[in-house]
């Protein structure tokens, strides 16, 4: 008796969910999709907020930009909770093998004391800006409508916590918990820090989710992050003989530099939508950024000298260029 | 003419490897089966790097493929942005 071995292909009935087929046409779904698209609750949202009575719970109109639909943006790195999670804990996998490596080593001693007192002076104080980071990136996920925009937020408020965590544990290495208390008197009490704690206290109180994302994600981040890590930390500092501190602030200077990809994203579709959004994105930005320049001349200038202002000059044309790829006049 | 093909599993992974070949391969067919998806193209076929990361939003590494490689027949000629399948080299 001879056997045959026949497979037989059987076609899903539905190759993914009804709302993802209208959006997407009729194939199958990533889970990026699935997790983010048409999730938001749009209807039926029975009570008004008490302590807002004039708005609903979930409100598209808290903010000036006006979408069609609120789920035309996308995170260029399709996080959804679990691709978050993975990729995050592979960078933190990273980030232990670098603690891991110069404290084993000693290689923080090899840093010459005035100069790890520079790095300290600059990066200490910066904790509280993230935290900053994380609360204004919070209340955008929770007063922003849509997920595909208010969902990367959540992360990016979390990354903003990994980023001052960060910088804790370097200030520990290198001067102890006695650094941490200096960097937070310097936050709340040095001269040349009260510029930037003004803005970044100024921007916990907008209410506006998208002038929120502008100020904070766009401006805020836009400059601090190339101006002081990537041009300072990784630049001069390194040269002058702080190398460890830049494997140290490794995550930090990854997550910028992969973070400005979607930031990008969300202000070339908000922008795209229509000439009314990009002008309020440009006002926005215009607003923001002259102060953000002059919060943040004086620790840069405190940790390079006059150079400070040339250097400030160029990171903002960056931001300014990446801006004009997205559609925004600046 | 004859055909180069790559077979795959079927699965999340591969989703956007698959799309990424047929963007980029317009000849080219593909073959659903259980659990394998098989694509076949006319002479040549060629996986982008740059195509692939689009699709996924993260960097990727051609050699993460054979993860989920199932079998392929052509000359194969790799580098670190592309990966073709060909009859002529």
Known sequence: MQIDLKTISIEPKRKAFDHLVR?????????YQEGSYDIQ????????????????LYDPTLSRIVMEDWHAFKDPRQFYYSSYVLARARQQEAAEGAFALVESRGLHH???AALAQKVLDLLMPLRHAAWGGNQNN??????????????PCLYHGMDNLAVAQYLSRLGLLLGGTDALVAGK???TDGQGWQPLRRLVEDTLVIRDPFELFVAQNVVIDGLLYPAVFDAVVDGRFAMEGAAPVSMLTQFITDWSAESRKWIDSVIKIAAGESAANAAIIAEWFAGWSARAMSALLPPVEQAIGSEADALLGEVLSELKARLAKAAVAT | MS????????????RPIVEAILADNPAAQVEDHPAMVKIAAPNSLTINRATVEDLIGRN???????INLITLSGHVDEDDDTLTLSWNS
Not at chain 1, 41 to 56: M, S, V
Request: proline fraction near 5%; aromatic fraction near 16%; avoid cysteine.
């Open chain 1, 41 to 56: 609750a749009t209807e039926n949202l029975h009570y008004r907020p008490t302590w807002a009575p004039g708005q609903e």
């Open chain 1, 138 to 151: 919070v209340l955008i996920a929770g007063y922003g409508f849509g997920t595909p925009f208010t969902q």
């Open chain 2, 3 to 14: 055909n180069v093909f790559i077979a795959f599993q079927a699965n999340e992974e591969t």
């Open chain 1, 185 to 187: 008197q310097a936050w």
């Open chain 1, 23 to 31: 959006r997407f046409g009729d194939k199958a779904a990533s889970r």
């Open chain 2, 60 to 66: 990727f590494d051609l050699q993460e493929l054979h």
């Open chain 1, 110 to 112: 090899t840093i010459d």
